[in-house]
């Protein structure tokens, strides 16, 4: 027979080339055309004046120039896939792992016959797995983990005998293992994990000889594991944790598996012995079956494991209480790779053998906590110096810390609460500058709480409680500015106040400090630790009113104050936070109680054992009705009426020998004083004032109160230091004339100099009003009152406190009010300020007249409130240059308006400008003239 061989032309030939060429280009263009974020420049080279096979990432055949590799492995690209890849028929290889392509993998790629490599991991691709790609016979590596894929493994992959690797983890694909991949007996690698598939395991899986790695973590699988999957001689990595299998372990799957090196099957319900077979497999570098149902003795010989770094067994029933059952520690010195050593809640018995000294000084993590182990810490622990995480708590541990531990200079946790340790802190625990937890509470420690713990700047849980500790609480522990977390110092016998410095923990979460002897008052600067959620001071002496800067405390949910000596009335403000739990039982409360927000909730508050004389709440409660005060007395026929100022002896007599021979006309005037016993049996002092018709200062010009300071400063007998200045110590007559009160915490120029005179003051002032050099143990001085009238100043111009909670961070009203300077003042300062005046003002000419000089007035006047409240006290403007600068600026305002009072206005702004303007006040301009 003649074969006939149909006659093609070269120019048939190289007419189908091109075409199929174009096909390919084309192709490239339209994938191009659907990427919209490339940030590495990859298609830069994508243009039309070389050929598409000398673009980046193409590779072409040599002899058709067809791509046969399209790699774009990690490029940062974003978009999405085109279809019109399916059409590059000569495609071997498609890599576009680890970018950001989104949508569904078309359908198209169903025609790409030649393809043996797809790999789309590490995207955000939806939708199913395409059933079309069981077309592509001759695949060998299918990779789409990393997705967001959903749907089954397709039934028709069973088509693809070619595929040795197999990875779809970290999908949503449900349905179970399917069967047929044991068909697949060319695969090596199936990784399926972290998909909720469900189901069996599927026998059919023992039938893939070849197979070297199975990973099935988290797939929701349950019932056993088939026995032939341990015959799988092959394994190199058998990972089935995170799922719900249960059963034994087979006796010599050391010797059916030999190959092992990663073995992981955590988080499972296994039951029985851990097979001493397993010390036949040399090359095991993982070991992990953590939170399963092992018991009996632990006998594995780790001698000839050279590789093993990870060894977890913990939360199991391991422990046989036999002499040697810690024996097994030995055996795993000559693991020199070792990192991680998880042996804790179990039911080990016995001594901690010494051996532990001898362990690799790689290990980073040594867990041995919550079993029953006794004796000592062996010293020889310390000789691991990159421990970073050593858990010991809940034992029978007894002694001291090794004083050695100070070597462990990378630890960042140390926990040994639990236990029955003895002795103090060792002191060389202060060189653990990277230690962020430290849990010793539930022990039998004594002495004092070292001071040195301070030194520890990272530590963000600290808990000391249930121990001996005595003494004070060292201010040191409140500059530990990273406790975010915890504090605990509850049930030991530590005594005296809480340090003011507490403030310092603006990030704390919890505090508590409950059963000890803790006296004093509430300190104000609990309302500085912003974060706060949980505060326990219960079962102490605490006394006084519970502080209205708790008011602050916008996130705390339980407050625990009962069991103290607490009195005044429960404050309204608790009714603002969102509280959970509260308890103020057990002290001696009085007055209303509130009845909105956690008060509401009679489940939710404790008041019982406090006097009788709470009153009101919520029906549940059962508290009695509060009197009805509806009589009011005449006021207008009163001649004056009296203020009572009731203090401490200390505070009492500092305030009498102030108020001696001090007389000024912006001064309060004292009428009498009293001594007597009050109801309950105790020293009642108190000095009378004059009734001032007009309360507290708000916002009224402060001319006053700074010739009161400079008569106090420069004028009086003996100087004196005033402490305490703010708002609610400076009230009004009748004439709207401003008067200073209180003295209470008054100090005298000479005693500050006098190192070995008593001092007048404790706290130095109030929040917010105090000199930040206060709080630093600075000695009180003029610069100190300086800074409480300049941020008085603020306040009343603003009309915001310093405590106000738009303050945090390194923003305050000094701050506040700086940064507005010049250009911004009038959109910081108290609207009323600026509008009476203009309202009032008939004549339209003379509005924007009066209106733009306001506004002068108002910028001079923050700039000294600035200048006075400036954070270094050198720098701080006098209060003499004060009161001259406020006298001209209200001799302007006084004047009649007229175009002179206007030049007068004008110059006078320009010469404050100069003066408050410089970089300090004793640089700028200074007026000598007396003042009225």
């Known amino acids: 027979m003649i074969r006939v061989i149909p006659f093609v032309s070269t120019a048939s030939l190289v007419t189908r080339n091109l075409a199929e060429n174009e096909t390919d280009g084309v192709s490239l263009r339209a994938f191009k055309s659907m990427i919209i974020q490339d940030p590495q420049g990859v298609f830069n080279s994508w243009n039309e004046s070389r050929h598409f096979c000398e673009w980046k990432g193409i590779t072409c055949s040599r002899r058709h120039r067809r791509v046969t590799a399209l790699d774009l492995n990690s490029r940062g690209l974003y978009g999405s896939l085109s279809p019109y890849i399916g059409n590059l028929s000569f495609l071997r290889k498609l890599i576009l792992q680890n970018n950001s392509i989104q949508g569904e993998i078309p359908h198209e790629f169903g025609n790409l016959f030649r393809l043996k490599n797809l790999s789309l991991a590490n995207n955000s691709l939806v939708g199913e797995i395409p059933t079309n790609l069981s077309h592509c016979s001759r695949l060998r590596v299918l990779s789409l983990q990393h997705n ?98 249960h059963g034994t372990l087979p006796p010599d799957i050391g010797l059916t598996l030999p190959n092992l090196q990663f073995f992981e099957v955590s988080g499972n319900f296994f039951s029985g012995s851990i097979p001493v077979s397993l010390s036949n497999v040399s090359g095991l570098n993982s070991i992990e079956m953590d939170f399963n149902q092992f ?222 002897h803790l006296s004093g008052k509430i ?92 009153c009101g709440g919520i029906a549940e409660l059962r508290l009695p009705k509060c009197p009805n005060n509806n009589s009011k007395k005449d006021k207008s026929s009163m001649v004056f009426k009296i203020l009572i100022s009731i203090a401490s002896i200390l505070s009492f007599m500092a305030e009498c020998k102030a108020l001696r021979n001090i007389r000024h006309r912006n001064l309060v005037k004292v009428l009498t004083s009293c001594s007597s016993i009050h109801f309950q049996e105790n020293d009642f002092k108190a000095i009378i004032y004059e009734f001032m018709a007009n309360g507290s200062l708000e916002k009224c010009i402060a001319i006053d109160v700074a010739s009161a300071l400079n008569y106090l400063h420069h004028h009086c007998p003996e100087p004196v230091l005033h402490c305490d200045l703010k708002p609610s110590n400076i009230i009004l007559d009748n004439d709207m004339t401003a008067h ?106 003379m509005r924007p007249v009066l209106y733009n000089c306001r506004k002068e007035c108002l910028i001079a006047m923050v700039r000294i409130g600035v200048a006075c409240s400036s954070e270094s006290p050198q720098n701080r403007m006098d209060i003499t240059q004060v009161v001259h600068e406020l006298q001209s600026v209200r001799n302007i305002l006084l004047q009649p308006t007229n175009m002179q009072r206007d030049k007068k206005c004008l110059k006078s702004m320009v010469r404050l400008g100069v003066v408050c303007s410089m970089d300090s006040p004793q640089d700028g301009m200074k007026i000598s003239r007396g003042y009225p």
Do not use: W
Request: glycine letters at 10%; charged letters at 15%.
């Open 740 to 845: 200073v009160g209180d003295f209470g915490l008054v100090r005298f120029l000479p005693e500050v100099s006098n190192p070995n005179q008593s001092s007048s003051v404790g706290v130095k002032g109030t929040i917010g009003y105090a000199a930040p050099e206060y709080g630093l143990g600075s000695e009180v001085s003029t610069k100190g009152d300086a800074y409480s009238y300049g941020i008085l100043l603020l306040e009343m111009a603003t009309r915001k406190k310093p405590t106000d909670i738009m303050f945090e961070g390194d923003l305050n009203l000094h701050n506040y009010a700086r940064l507005a300077l010049p250009d911004r003042v009038m959109d910081i300062v108290d609207p009323i300020l600026v509008n009476e005046e203009v309202v009032a003002a008939t004549n339209d000419r």
């Open 523 to 614: 300190p104000n600067e609990l309302g500085l630790c912003s974060n706060l959620e949980y505060l326990h001071m219960e079962g102490n002496i605490f006394h006084g009113s519970i502080p209205p800067t708790l008011s602050l405390l916008k996130g705390i949910r339980e407050i625990d104050l009962s069991r103290n000596n607490l009195s005044g009335q429960i404050p309204k403000f608790l009714e603002s936070l969102h509280l959970e739990k509260l308890n103020l039982s057990y002290n001696d409360l009085e007055g209303e109680v509130p009845r909105k927000g956690i008060f509401a909730n009679a489940s939710a508050i404790s008041l019982v054992g406090n006097s009788n004389r709470l």
């Open 148 to 245: 967001q894929l959903v749907g089954i493994i397709p039934l028709v992959f069973n088509s693809l005998y070619n595929l040795i690797g197999l990875s779809v983890f970290n999908n949503n694909l449900k349905g179970g293992i399917p069967p047929f991949l044991g068909n697949l007996t060319s695969l090596t690698g199936l990784f399926l994990a972290n998909n909720p598939l469900g189901g069996h395991i599927p026998d059919s899986l023992g039938q893939l000889r070849e197979l070297t790695v199975l990973a099935l973590d988290n797939n929701n699988l349950f019932g056993i594991v088939p026995p032939s999957l341990y015959n799988l001689s092959f394994l190199i990595s058998f990972t089935l944790p995170d799922n719900q299998l």
């Open 295 to 516: 018991s009996g003795k632990f006998s594995v010989d780790f001698g000839g494991m050279q590789f093993l770094e990870f060894l977890s067994l913990g939360e199991n029933n391991l422990g046989s209480g036999e002499v040697d059952e810690m024996k097994f520690i030995d055996s795993l010195v000559n693991c020199s790779n070792l990192l991680i050593l998880s042996i804790e809640r179990n039911q080990f018995r016995g001594a901690l053998p010494h051996s532990i000294a001898n362990l690799s000084t790689s290990l980073q993590i040594f867990y041995f906590g919550e079993n029953q182990l006794h004796g000592r810490i062996p010293p020889g622990i310390t000789n691991l110096i990159n421990l970073v995480d050593l858990k010991m708590q809940i034992n029978q541990l007894t002694g001291p810390i090794p004083t050695e531990i100070g070597k462990l200079y990378n630890l960042v946790r140390l926990s040994l609460h639990d236990n029955q340790l003895s002795g103090g802190i060792p002191s060389s625990l202060r060189n653990l500058f990277s230690m962020s937890e430290l849990y010793l509470n539930g022990n039998k420690f004594l002495g004092v709480i070292p001071s040195y713990l301070g030194n520890l700047k990272q530590l963000s849980r600290l808990y000391l409680s249930k121990n001996e500790f005595s003494g004070t609480i060292s201010e040191q522990i409140f500059d530990i500015t990273h406790l975010s977390i915890t504090l605990n110092l509850a049930q030991n016998h530590l005594v005296g106040s809480i340090p003011p410095n507490i403030g310092n923990l603006k990030d704390l979460s919890t505090f508590i400090v409950s059963e000890n």
